[in-house]
């Protein structure tokens, strides 16, 4: 099992940056995958990003380029810099991580709001 907590989440204006923080319970380094998604109300979550152990990420095409997923073992903590945020990225985050594999069950933090808007 592991518990996730989300940080670093507020008020933006267009073209700014935030970095959220999902901190771990446990050691990520053998967790299989760890992730950021995205929802708003009345819509589907959404994957934002995703980084596997082995380090490979992969992210929406909406962020590719503005939002950079990354890990820090030492810390048990996974980032996601967002840069360029438009008033489109507004949205309460969640981290996420699936212990084995792809088809684990997701473990989910609290989510952080996040608002773009000037």
């Known amino acids: 099992q592991v518990q996730l907590v989300e940080s670093g989440g507020g008020l933006v204006q267009p073209g700014g940056s935030l970095r959220l923080s999902c901190a771990a319970s446990r050691s990520i380094f053998s967790i299989y995958l760890m992730g950021w998604y995205r929802q708003v109300p009345g819509k589907q979550r959404e994957l934002v990003a995703a980084?596997?152990?082995?380090?490979?990420?992969n992210y929406a095409d909406s962020v590719k380029g503005r939002f950079t997923i990354s890990r820090d073992i030492a810390r048990n903590t996974v980032y996601l810099q967002m840069n360029s945020l438009k008033p489109e990225d507004t949205a309460v985050y969640y981290c996420?991580?699936?212990?084995?594999?792809?088809?684990?069950?997701?473990?989910w933090g609290q989510g952080t709001q996040v608002n773009v808007s000037s």
């Open positions: 980084i596997r152990s082995g380090g490979s990420t």
């Open positions: 996420n991580a699936r212990l084995g594999s792809e088809y684990s069950s997701p473990y």
